[in-house]
């Protein structure tokens, strides 16, 4: 039903940006909580930052505040994840995700995109 696709991953030098897409389609969207996940080589998968379609309330981990933004436009049905900054410590495939609430996307109840492979060179 949901349908992610991510896209705009790469490999960058540290310190420099990318900016992620995820064009969304499927129900319920305007009551869907979205968020971008991280897995690193070795690691769990992690959520990055997350948003409602419609508001403006965002979240983001700790270790991505300040470099990461992440922002949606409701009229392309696309979430985007701005990264500045990048550190070779935020190489990791990074996922779109849908959920029906904040609940559902802190557990993992969610839609998931097929990931898009980003690489910071140090």
């Known amino acids: 039903q949901v349908q992610l696709v991510e896209s705009g991953g790469g490999l960058v030098q540290a310190g420099g940006s990318l900016r992620l897409s995820c064009a969304a389609s499927g129900p319920n969207l305007s009551s869907s909580v979205m968020g971008w996940f991280r897995q690193a080589p070795g690691k769990e998968r992690e959520i990055v930052a997350a948003?409602?379609?419609?508001?403006?309330?965002?979240q983001y981990a700790d270790s991505v505040k300040g470099r990461f933004t992440i922002s949606r436009d409701n009229a392309k049905n696309t979430v985007y994840l701005q990264m500045n900054s990048l550190k070779p410590e935020d190489t990791a495939v990074y996922y779109c995700?849908?959920?029906?609430?904040?609940?559902?996307?802190?557990?993992?109840?969610?839609?998931w995109g097929q990931g898009t492979q980003v690489t910071v060179s140090s």
């Open positions: 995700a849908a959920g029906s609430s904040w609940s559902a996307v802190a557990s993992n109840d969610v839609y």
């Open positions: 948003i409602m379609w419609i508001g403006r309330t965002t």
